[in-house]
């Protein structure tokens, strides 16, 4: 496994966005670029090979294309596939570094300094389930299809988001480094997240990691800043703004298959957390076009 670390002081460079929709039969082109590419496959699976190895990039999965290094499809992806893709370059020079346990302690020592800013994420990885990362992918993707913005700017800075958050989820779930976070906390927060989809009650959790709920309620609000059950309802409330972007699922679909059992309950939690209903919040992601190959957008 390779890793990308560059200083995330200036803003990457937007060159092209898009996504990809396959109902049977696709073979990733060969190609040689000169920036990089990123690519979330949100449906079925890519495969891919460059420097030597073959990838298989399976839903919520996610690889970086290096930069002047060939790549191709070594095998035809059966069934419907559905990926986003960003062609974007770094300001500063990148180091590739294949050696993890040195990017462990170099994560160790750059979140101890306030100042630590830059890019460090993996050739390739499986996103959270908070879907932060599909979230900005989608405002990336329908920014880059306005025509009437201020400055195109915003779109640079908008994939610099992009991989920063990539950079946080790196940092989180493979190294763990959540400040006053204990890692018994740590297995409650995964556990729920894991769950998210099942009616869950505070003693329920308590009882599976072996606390008492009241003590568990105490310790999770002073660590979190919130309490378990708006934990819950944000963790569900993500994972909802995903599922409306991007499958077009109905109100009481999205709402019982993130665990509420009232779709009216889910649409007051929903607005209070996001400011909007959930129709509100579908219309706002409407404009992304589907393109059928990596087409270059001209800037």
Not at 92 to 113: A, G, L, Q
Not at 147 to 153: A, D, G, K, M, P
Not at 235 to 258: D, F, L, P, Q
Request: glycine content about 4%.
């Amino acid at each position: 496994m390779r890793f990308f670390v560059s200083n995330a002081e200036k803003s990457l460079q937007f060159h092209g966005s898009g996504n990809v929709l396959s109902k049977n039969g696709f073979r990733y082109k060969k190609n040689t670029f000169s920036f990089y590419v990123l690519i979330l496959v949100k449906e079925g699976t890519l495969y891919i090979a460059q420097n030597g190895i073959r990838h298989e990039i399976r839903k919520n999965q996610y690889i970086i294309l290096n930069a002047n290094e060939e790549q191709f499809g070594y095998r035809v992806s059966t069934g419907k596939l559905s990926y986003d893709w960003v062609y974007f370059s770094f300001t500063d020079p990148v180091i590739i570094h294949k050696n993890s346990k040195f990017i462990h302690e170099y994560i160790k020592k750059r979140t101890t300094d306030s100042n630590n800013s830059v890019y460090l994420v993996p050739e390739r990885g499986e996103i959270s389930i908070s879907q932060r990362v599909p979230l900005l992918f989608n405002q990336l993707l329908d920014l880059a299809t306005q025509e009437e913005i201020y400055s195109r700017r915003i779109i640079d800075y908008s994939v610099s988001l992009l991989m920063m958050e990539l950079s946080q989820e790196f940092i989180e779930q493979k190294y763990k480094v959540r400040k006053n976070i204990s890692p018994n906390l740590e297995r409650t927060m995964e556990w729920i997240k894991a769950n998210y989809n099942k009616e869950l009650t505070i003693k329920e959790i308590a009882d599976e990691m072996g606390y008492n709920a009241n003590y568990l309620s105490t310790i999770f609000k002073k660590s979190t800043g919130m309490t378990i059950v708006q934990y819950i309802n944000i963790t569900r409330i993500n994972v909802a703004k995903s599922m409306i972007i991007n499958y077009g699922s109905s109100v009481k679909e999205v709402a019982y298959a993130c665990g509420f059992v009232d779709d009216k309950y889910f649409m007051k939690v929903f607005k209070k957390l996001e400011g909007m209903t959930p129709s509100q919040y579908k219309k706002a992601f409407s404009k992304k076009k589907l393109n059928n190959g990596l087409t270059k957008v001209s800037l």
